[in-house]
């Protein structure tokens, strides 16, 4: 027997002991089992072509149950407090970014200087202004709901690039957007905390600038100078820095999904919902903002992905710098795994879609 259709046969066995357990009353034995049934999921996945994307995404989730049920281990380790990992975590992680760019993703403004300024400017005005609709309406305590605005205010990450790629999209232009909204983050990010968030939260603007200057430009500025010096000579490193910035990414969500875990367990579901319908959003009017301005489909799917996906390492970084991991950091986290799985459904549904630009293109083929 397949080795992957019997651990999905485990998967299931595991999802339904944990159900049971759950249902009549014993939810903290159900712990073990909810992990189980994530794991061999995600390891099942990698025998299914098209479920393989989703490996990574249900080992986090494994993770983070098992930060639930188990939050002790996971905030410090004889003394040492695991949240202290976090800026060194996402400051090799935006060197990796770097180490994968070249300054030649630059030149994409003057290229396609159309599309990189609707992208970027739809991706700062779209995602930050849901951000604020929904903290405002969301009832939530003020730190969690400034959350929302915070990953709403945040610049691209590397995940929309992958996307873009698989949804058919203009991969050329989707660098170029996360790159100067990267490089944007240290002015556009602090300003629109202090005018969005500062009822909720009270924000430092030039330490935050500082901050993001200190994880994400000094990084990706010395990956930037590797990739120039050493590309292609060290290849090891190229092959090992996507691992360990996926490593890195789950860490920093288990160590902020532990020490939030009390506010989880009461608002949860809740934030889950609105964190999904600001990721959502993000799609939907992101491409529609590319329609507005006659874009091609191939863009429009870019400025989507674009708008739709944040850097969520990022965000949770601030959280860090700011004092509030536990408050603050909890919308960051939630959507950082949520982001993947849409965006891999959404990729592999315009995946199947022509855009218009096949040189086998035909009339009755047009996606509607």
């Not at 006659?294 to 863009?299: G, H, L, N, P």
């Given at each position: 027997?397949?080795?992957y259709?019997?651990?999905s046969?485990?998967?299931a066995?595991?999802?339904?002991v944990?159900l049971y357990?759950a249902?009549?009353?014993?939810?903290?034995q159900?712990?073990p089992?909810?992990?189980?049934?994530?794991?061999?999921l995600a390891?099942?996945?990698?025998?299914?072509e098209?479920?393989k994307?989703?490996?990574?995404?249900?080992?986090?989730?494994?993770?983070v149950?098992?930060?639930?049920y188990?939050?002790?281990?996971?905030?410090?380790?004889?003394g040492f407090k695991l949240?202290t990992?976090i800026?060194?975590?996402?400051q090799?992680?935006?060197?990796?970014?770097g180490?994968s760019?070249?300054?030649?993703?630059?030149?994409?403004?003057?290229?396609?200087?159309?599309?990189v300024?609707i992208?970027?400017v739809s991706?700062?005005?779209i995602m930050?202004?849901?951000g604020y609709?929904?903290?405002?309406?969301?009832?939530?305590p003020p730190e969690?709901a400034?959350?929302i605005?915070?990953i709403?205010?945040s610049?691209?990450?590397?995940a929309?690039n992958?996307?873009?790629?698989l949804a058919k999209?203009n991969?050329?232009?989707?660098?170029?957007?996360?790159?100067?909204s990267?490089?944007?983050?240290?002015?556009?990010?602090?300003?629109l905390?202090?005018?969005?968030?500062?009822a909720?939260v009270?924000?430092?603007?030039?330490?935050?600038?500082?901050?993001i200057?200190?994880?994400?430009?000094?990084?990706?500025g010395a990956g930037l100078?590797?990739n120039?010096?050493?590309s292609?000579?060290?290849k090891?490193?190229?092959?090992?820095?996507p691992l360990?910035?996926?490593?890195?990414?789950?860490?920093?969500i288990v160590?902020?999904?532990?020490?939030?875990?009390?506010?989880?367990?009461?608002?949860?579901?809740?934030?889950?919902l609105?964190?999904?319908i600001h990721?959502?959003s993000?799609?939907?009017?992101?491409y529609?903002?590319g329609?507005?301005f006659?874009?091609?489909?191939?863009?429009c799917?870019?400025i989507a992905?674009?708008?739709?996906?944040?850097n969520g390492?990022l965000?949770?970084?601030?959280a860090?710098?700011m004092?509030?991991?536990?408050?603050?950091g909890?919308a960051?986290a939630?959507?950082?795994?949520?982001?993947?799985i849409?965006?891999s459904?959404?990729a592999s549904?315009?995946?199947?879609?022509?855009t218009?630009?096949?040189?086998?293109?035909v009339e009755t083929?047009?996606a509607?």
């Open positions: 027997m397949n080795i259709k019997l651990l046969g485990i998967a066995l595991c999802l339904l944990a357990l249902l009549s009353g014993n939810l903290p159900a712990g089992f909810f992990i189980a049934f994530f794991l061999s390891i099942s996945f990698r025998g299914y098209k479920l994307g989703f490996t990574y995404t249900t080992i986090i989730f494994a993770a149950t098992t930060a639930l188990y939050p002790q281990h996971f905030q410090s380790v004889n949240a990992l800026t060194p975590l996402i090799i992680i935006m060197f990796g970014m180490t760019m070249s300054f030649g993703d630059f030149v994409g403004v003057v290229k396609m200087p159309k599309g300024l992208g970027v991706h700062f005005i930050p202004t849901i609709t929904l903290a405002s309406i969301s009832g939530f969690i400034a959350g605005i915070l709403g205010c610049p691209n990450g590397m929309s992958v996307i873009s790629y999209a991969l050329a232009l989707s660098i170029t957007i996360t790159a100067i990267t490089m944007l983050a240290p002015i556009v990010t602090p300003v905390m202090s005018m969005l968030a500062g909720f009270q924000i430092d603007t030039l330490h935050m600038m500082w901050d200057i200190k994880m994400v430009i000094i990084p990706i100078l590797f120039r010096l050493f292609g000579k060290v090891w490193l190229d092959a090992a820095m360990v910035s996926m490593a890195g990414i789950a860490f920093i160590i902020i999904t532990a020490a939030g875990r009390d506010s989880l367990l009461t608002i949860g579901p809740a934030l889950l609105l964190v999904l990721n959502l993000g799609y939907t009017l992101g529609w903002s329609r507005l006659k874009m091609s489909e191939r863009d799917r870019t992905i674009e708008v739709g996906m944040q390492g965000a949770s970084g601030i860090k710098e004092g509030k991991m536990a408050t603050v909890l960051p939630i959507f950082g795994p949520l982001m993947n849409t965006g459904i959404l549904w315009w995946q199947s879609k022509p218009g630009d096949e040189a086998t293109y083929g047009r509607h």
